[in-house]
């Protein structure tokens, strides 16, 4: 039983860690219990995790968001072959396939491709350089923040190249694999999937983006690479644009991508880190 002299909620000697994260750290106690605050804390972080899996996302307002951002000539809206959220989150294979309708869309918009596949070492007969693939993936929320701006910063960075992209898609019910059978239909020799990732309990706006050379409908994961936590609270986007820039020049170089080719972009974004994470802070 809890002496009366004793305050209701001991606190954590840790406590003043909690501004440097949002890890649920040094939370305190009522004798052996969390303290109701932080136990209402967590329920609705729950509910809001539980909120952006199931919420559809709108890709008509995307697209709006997205013209006023960006310069956009072209954007379709496809969908996978899961034709419910209810599918989607029960048949993971659905959602890394595209629907009838929307494979007839694309093979309707490239019929130069049509006859002509490129092979895993010759793409030269590929239309464009790169394919942008925006998908809600397990998180619509993360991709309706946080798509539009960190577009607009990428595509800063890439008006140098001179790079050819392809007309942009928004896929419902979409997973990261989807993205290899939209880059071989429009002919890219490299599609970035934007894709919002699985929601964490103080997270579930975070956005991930893969890279792959060469897409084709049958590649594996080892063929891609992955930057993720693309967010305001976690990585921002001008960093994300510096990693994916920096990516994408050497897949171009080297023509390749996943597990053979590495980001080596570290100790620039360190040193630029430190001046913001007190755990790199220079001694």
Not at 72 to 87: Q, V
Request: charged share 25%; net charge positive.
């Amino acid at each position: 039983m809890t002496k009366a002299t004793e305050p209701a909620v001991i606190v954590n000697p840790w406590q003043d860690l909690r501004r440097f994260t949002s890890a649920r750290i040094a939370l305190g106690r009522t004798g052996v219990s969390l303290p109701t605050g932080v136990q209402l804390d967590f329920q609705l972080a729950h509910a809001r995790a539980r909120d952006a899996v199931h919420q559809s996302l709108d890709a008509e307002a995307l697209t709006k968001t997205l013209r006023e951002s960006i310069p956009l000539s072209s954007c379709m809206s496809l969908s996978s072959a899961a034709e419910t959220r209810n599918i989607y989150l029960q048949r993971p294979d659905f959602g890394r396939r595209l629907s009838p309708a929307s494979r007839q869309s694309l093979e309707a918009l490239t019929p130069l491709q049509r006859g002509h596949p490129a092979t895993e070492t010759d793409l030269s007969q590929r239309l464009y350089d790169i394919a942008f693939v925006i998908a809600d993936g397990l998180s619509a929320l993360a991709i309706e923040q946080n798509a539009a701006p960190f577009l607009k910063a990428l595509l800063e960075q890439l008006k140098v190249e001179n790079w050819s992209i392809a007309p942009f898609t928004i896929v419902r019910q979409g997973r990261v694999a989807i993205g290899d059978e939209i880059g071989e239909l429009l002919g890219a020799k490299v599609v970035v999937v934007l894709v919002g990732e699985r929601p964490g309990l103080s997270s579930p706006d975070s956005m991930g983006l893969y890279l792959t050379w060469g897409p084709r409908v049958g590649l594996t994961d080892d063929s891609r690479n992955c930057i993720s936590n693309i967010r305001p609270a976690g990585l921002p986007y001008p960093d994300a644009a510096y990693k994916l820039h920096y990516l994408l020049s050497e897949t171009f170089k080297r023509s390749l991508s996943g597990v053979r080719l590495k980001d080596e972009t570290a100790v620039d974004c360190t040193s630029r880190l430190e001046q913001r994470n007190f755990l790199l802070a220079k001694r």
